[in-house]
Each structure stands twice: as C-alpha cells, then as structure tokens.
C-alpha cells in the first residue's frame, strides 16, 4: 500500500477508514483476491483504534468489497462478485452532497413517473391519490408530512411496475430523510414553498393518473429541480440546523448500513 495518512479524530473515523480503504480497492492498488493487513498493521498505520479497523472492515464486508476466508483472514473479493449498492459516507456530510442525490433523484424519478403513466390502471389511481390525500392531511394538520412525501413518492413507482425502482427510492430515502425534516421547518415558515410543493406532487399524480407520460416526466423531473433549489435557498437558521445534522456522528451512523432489499 502507497503511505498512509493518519485520520483525524474524533469523528466518523469508521466511515473514513472505510472509505480509503474502499478507494484502494477499487483503483486496484487493494488487487482481487489479495489479503488485508492484518488488525493491527491497519491500526498502526492509519492511526486508529483496532475497533475503528473492526468496524470499517465489518461494513466493506457488508458491501461486498472484502471477504472472510476462515483461518486465512480478510480478502479483497473478486471482480466478478455481486456488491451491494452504497454510497461514500460522505453524502451524509453536508447539504451539498443531499442536493446531488437530489439530482440523482431528478432522472429517476422523471422515468419512473413515465413510465407510471403508461402502465397506469384504476387500482393504481386510486394508491396514487390515496397517498396523496395522506400527504395533505399531515401537511393540513401540522405535521411535517416527510414519510408521507416519501410514501407519495413510493407510489408512483409502485405504478410503474417495476419493483426495482421502489427499491432504489428507498434506498436513496435514508440520505434526505432528516434533511427533508429540516427543510420542512424552513416551508413552514413560508406558505408559498408549501403551496408550491403541494402543487408539484398534484401535478405529478393529475399526469400520471391521465396517462400522460411526457407531462408526468415533465412534473416529476420539475419538482426535483425545485427541491434542490429549496434545499440552495435555506434560511441561516435552517440552514445552521442542517449542519449540526451533518456534523452528528448518531445520524450518520444510522444510515451507513442500509442497502436496498
């Protein structure tokens, strides 16, 4: 391996560990099939605790990068083996990484309400505009209405047809949740963002509920641009919340571990 640069405490050491090492597997400086240093070698030479070198090989496992061979040790796996999807820790470090896995959101989700449009049938209409309705009754009653945007949002690919694409939603939902909770704070204290969101998913459900797939990708992909132009315009106190979020190693934890079913 290339020289070490010690990680900085005290936070997320875990996640920063796990990320160089990942970087090396994956330029090929870590080849297939060649073994971890041992515990304490990876210890000595990125300056952490043996519980940090643990837990950051522990997750690489969990993803796929690296292999158990019992009585051998810790393995680069090969090429050819299945990974599970993750992202580097980093997206859940600030609001600009949130505002990218918006973008990441804005294809997806234009072609995922296509292509409800075009698969649509009466049941579905009925899911879409039920999630829907769910949605502006917690909004009406003051609540932030976030796992009902994101069940809303469910639905349409639920209408798609294709299940892979509710999973990748899921997926990608553990990286906005507690922004979207944030930013709520921000809406509420605007009307007029809360009436344009509202507007946005109607327009999103009305064209996919007609069948139409050009205005339904239209809607869709209009109303994640606009999120990320919320996400850009934060007031200073939404804005200084949504870095004590970041800056939570708690928060961080409770999202690393989660991949798509």
Do not use: C, W
């Not at 041992?38 to 997750?59: H, I, M």
């Amino acid at each position: 391996m290339s020289a070490i640069e010690p990680l900085a405490a005290p936070e997320r050491l875990t996640d920063r560990l796990a990320d160089q090492l990942a970087r090396r597997i994956e330029s090929g400086e870590l080849a297939p099939g060649q073994r971890l240093p041992t515990e304490q070698q990876l210890s000595v030479q990125f300056g952490v605790s043996r519980t940090v070198v643990r837990e950051a090989v522990s997750r690489l496992k969990s993803t796929g990068l690296l292999v158990s061979r019992q009585g051998a040790g810790v393995f680069v796996a090969p090429r050819g083996q299945a990974r599970a999807l993750a992202f580097d820790p980093s997206v859940l470090q600030s609001l600009e990484a949130v505002i990218q896995v918006v973008e990441v959101r804005r294809g997806l989700e234009g072609e995922v309400a296509a292509l409800a449009a075009e698969r649509i049938t009466p049941a579905k209409a009925r899911a879409i505009r039920l999630a829907l309705e769910r949605l502006e009754t917690a909004v009406n009653d003051g609540r932030d209405g976030v796992e009902e945007d994101l069940a809303f949002h469910r639905s349409i690919a639920q209408a798609s047809g294709n299940p892979q694409f509710e999973r990748l939603l899921s997926f990608l939902e553990q990286y906005q949740r507690d922004a979207m909770r944030v930013t709520r704070t921000n809406e509420s204290l605007h009307g007029a963002f809360l009436r344009a969101v509202a507007r946005e998913h109607a327009a999103i459900a009305d064209a996919v509920i007609a069948g139409d797939a050009a205005a339904a990708r239209r809607a869709a992909v209009r109303h994640m641009v606009n999120a990320a132009v919320r996400l850009e315009r934060a007031d200073a106190p939404v804005r200084q919340a949504l870095e004590q979020l970041f800056a939570s190693p708690a928060a961080s934890a409770g999202r690393t571990s989660k991949q798509p079913s």
